[in-house]
């Protein structure tokens, strides 16, 4: 069957499950995709992480985990980080919020975001030099973890900070809760540094003392005694489960995935126990790091996962591919296999390390996941039959509604190169209308988008009107003509699933434009909307669809259309019309008409709201073509 994708100007609506037959769920698959700051420069640049999410989205890439945490520097403005180390964010980046637009971006695809905090428990990355902790060591030498004779721990390159220590403890959840308290996540990831110690620390005053406590007697030498390991790694998987039940807390829907070592390896070196982690319940997602370079040792490795894994909590297991590091790139044929191995034995989806990899070899890889694999949409699973991240809503300038009198001076290169670029010289309460349709009533952070432009003389704020359940309110905005892409004007309540704002000069005779609008829903303002995993889903077969000649003019409307259909063969011909909640809205008698004969109807809908709605056209009961309807009042 065809799926019958309801969409209003780019928007794609994710409606509610209704009693209509022709509904049905999206696929549920974990597509991930791990973003860098190591050889790579998507962070580097709004536009480049405008383009790279773009791309992604068109691959079918549904979860973006970019790293926000290594190196001893945030890859966000942290209060935290600026606190303890005396830095906002990592210097590159200095002066932008490369999250922020990751955020922004990957939700306009409908995409989830977990930030990565790569490096975790590891200070620093020394490589062959003495270990000296970095930055976190000359501050806060009391933090590192050190062995059974003193020095600082060093394991594969990395200094490691005592996880295990209550003030570095502390420092982590502050870091994580801060990113969860500033921004409109869907979950947080943690990899094999977190939460992490090697199995040779342990051995500070602040551990020796509180194991002391506990047990009597210190810690014996040999770091690779059973019950110390034990007694170790039970302290970071209590840090883990404290830790996500403090962001439960903030939000139940958001996931704690997790990407650590295998196991048992990653336990016997690194005191991670994932076995635990995914048995009790402590993380939602499970991505074990499947990072092998060919099939048989991948095979061994995943089967092993999964027999380790409870039978009920399997489905949590997603396959860690290492896509590409060094000069190694994946081949197209062992990704492949590894693939359909996943889905021979029930992944629900997999997660790539890391994005360069689908654009090596002119993106073969991405052309193979986009037209093999991930050919069909589909939403991150677990979510309970909900999905979190409906797409944006998108409207064009040239597409908002114009009330008013402009004097339009031409286009601007903005969204898809189509605003509108006005001189508003008249009285101001007139203005641009922007309305939407969106899949559930509730709060939604509105955009507008600046493509960079020189020599422009606009005025530098403007009114905006918003329309929604609080009634109308008036507020003035800032209009930022230097920041690149979306940004940010306001957060407005949305009733009967209509988004209207309206956009008015503060001052007569200056230059304006009017720019593309998105809405998004916004998660932390609205978390109990549920948005159910179902879609409109047109029956009827490929061959029919092409044939289908059923036209709708105006479209859309304000209330009334013309419906009308050329007959191909003889029979009872009606019209039924639904909302996106699969409410049967209208349904007209049956008209009878001959093959090659002329099915008309005036379709009035002045007692509904503005919105999408669907049509069926039938005859003699079975249904022959669905359109989108747009009414605009």
């Given at each position: ?12 609506l994710?409606c ?11 696929k ?17 640049s ?28 945030t890859?966000?403005p ?20 490369p ?14 975001v ?10 620093w ?13 000359s501050?806060y ?48 990831e943690?990899?094999?540094r ?28 040999d770091?690779?005694?059973s019950d ?9 998987s209590d ?6 039940d ?10 704690v ?17 994932n076995?635990m982690?995914?048995?009790h319940?402590?993380v ?8 092998r ?13 999964i027999?380790q894994t409870l ?19 994946i ?31 002119n993106?073969e ?37 114009n ?53 422009l ?8 009107k ?22 940010y ?7 009967d ?8 000069p ?11 609008v998105m809405?998004?829903l ?9 948005v ?9 077969s ?14 859309p ?23 996106v ?9 049956n008209?009878?008409?001959q093959?090659?004969?002329?099915f ?20 003699d ?13």
């Open positions: 069957m065809l799926r019958f994708r309801l969409a209003l100007i780019g928007c794609m994710l509610f499950f209704g009693h209509q037959t022709g509904l049905a769920q999206l549920e698959e974990m597509r991930a995709v791990k973003l860098t700051n190591v050889d790579s420069q998507i962070l580097f709004d536009e480049a992480i405008e383009e790279a999410i773009d791309y992604l989205a068109s691959i079918g890439i549904n979860a973006i985990l970019p790293v926000t945490f290594n190196a001893a520097k890859q966000f942290s209060k935290v980080m600026q606190e303890y180390l005396g830095e906002l964010i990592d210097p590159r980046m200095a002066g932008r919020d999250f922020k637009r990751v955020l922004i971006e990957a939700h306009r695809h409908g995409m989830e977990y930030p990565w905090f790569e490096y975790g428990f590891a200070a990355y020394s490589g062959a030099s003495d270990a000296n902790g970095g930055p976190f060591g501050k030498p009391h933090w590192l973890s050190v062995d059974v004779n003193g020095a600082i721990t060093k394991k594969n390159g990395f200094d490691w900070l005592n996880g295990l220590h209550p003030e570095v403890q502390t420092f982590m959840n502050r870091l994580v809760l801060e990113m969860v308290d500033t921004y409109d996540l869907d979950g947080i943690f990899s094999d977190i939460p992490a110690l090697p199995v040779e620390g342990g051995y500070d005053s602040v551990t020796v003392q509180l194991y002391r406590s506990e047990k009597g007697t210190n810690p014996p030498d770091y690779r005694d110390w390991k034990r007694w170790r790694a039970n302290k970071l840090f883990y489960e404290s830790l996500r403090s962001v439960k807390k903030r939000d139940q829907q958001l996931i995935a997790s990407s650590p070592s295998l196991y048992p390896w990653g336990y016997e070196e690194y005191l991670q126990d076995v982690w995914v048995n319940n402590i939602d997602h499970y991505i074990p790091q499947l990072y370079q060919n099939l048989t040792d991948y095979q061994y490795e995943l089967n092993k996962t027999d039978q009920h909590k399997r489905e949590m297991i997603f396959a860690g591919i290492l896509m590409n590091v060094g000069s190694y790139t081949p197209v044929t062992l990704l492949r296999d590894m693939l359909n191995f996943n889905r021979s034995v029930g992944l629900l989806g997999e997660a790539y390390f890391f994005y360069e990899g689908f654009k090596k070899n993106g890889i991405g052309e193979f996941l986009k037209n093999e694999f991930y050919n069909e949409e589909a939403v991150v699973p677990l979510r309970n039959g909900e999905i979190r991240r409906p797409k944006a809503s998108i409207i064009k300038g040239k597409d908002a509604i009330k008013s009198e402009w004097n339009f001076s031409g286009k601007l290169n903005d969204f898809q190169k189509d605003s509108l670029f006005v001189r508003a010289d008249f009285n101001s309460t007139n203005g641009i209308r922007y309305s939407s349709a969106v899949p559930v009533d509730g709060w939604y952070d509105v955009y507008y988008y600046n493509q960079q432009q020189s020599g003389t606009i005025s530098d704020s403007i009114l905006v918003t329309i929604g359940i609080l009634g109308d309110s008036l507020i003035t905005i800032p209009f930022n003509t230097t920041q690149y892409g979306w940004n004007a306001a957060s407005i309540p949305v009733s699933k209509t988004a209207s704002i309206s956009i008015f503060k001052e007569d005779g200056k230059e304006m434009y009017a720019p593309s809405f998004i916004n998660r932390k303002k609205s978390p109990s909307v549920k159910l995993n179902t879609i409109v889903e047109e029956v009827r490929n061959q029919r669809s092409k044939k289908i000649d059923l036209k709708i003019y105006p479209n409307f304000n209330p009334t259309t013309t419906v009308s259909y050329k007959a191909t063969k003889t029979g009872m011909y009606k019209v039924m019309v639904f909302s909640i699969g409410e049967k809205i209208l349904e007209t008698r008209q009878f008409v093959r090659n004969g002329e008309e109807y005036q379709l009035n809908m002045s007692s509904q709201h503005s919105g999408v709605y669907l049509l069926q056209l039938m005859v009961g079975n249904i022959i073509g669905t359109s989108k309807l747009t009414l605009i009042k």
